[in-house]
């Protein structure tokens, strides 16, 4: 059985930074073939994709919305994915989400209709991150 646990959310004074992970159990083959995306959703708001990662023929395809480009950063290391968040604001008060689907395209217009579709079959519980004023 596929689950996925997030953690490394908080409460944090704006500026700060923070490194969320995510747990991939029950795959084999290192996550090849996955397409693997980070999302949050603020209170009263739809979950919206931040960062995700394709993983396929031994390299690991990323990508960012223009919204959320240069603000974080994805990563994925041995059935754990990683974002790491800098200067963060208190708009990214938020729970955050990591998603994960068999199947994929390194095409960033693939990746892109693939995190707006939000259509993934294995989710997190998510993790709350509050950044203060």
């Known amino acids: 059985q596929v689950q996925l646990a997030e953690s490394g959310g908080g409460s944090v004074p704006a500026g700060e930074s923070l490194r969320l992970s995510c747990v991939v159990s029950g795959i084999t083959g290192l996550l090849t073939n996955y397409f693997l995306t980070w999302f949050r959703q603020a209170p009263g708001t739809e979950r919206v994709g931040i960062a995700a990662v394709y993983i396929a023929s031994g390299s690991a395809y990323k990508y960012y919305p223009d919204s959320a480009q240069g603000r974080f950063t994805i990563s994925q290391d041995n059935g754990t994915m990683f974002l790491q968040s800098d200067n963060l604001k208190p708009e990214d008060t938020a729970l955050y989400y990591c998603?994960?689907?068999?199947?994929?395209?390194?095409?960033?217009?693939?990746?892109?209709?693939?995190?707006?579709?939000?259509?993934?079959?294995?989710w997190g519980q998510g993790t709350h991150v509050t950044v203060n004023s």
């Open positions: 998603a994960a689907r068999r199947g994929g395209c390194p095409a960033r217009t693939v990746m892109s209709a693939l995190i707006s579709s939000v259509d993934f079959n294995l």
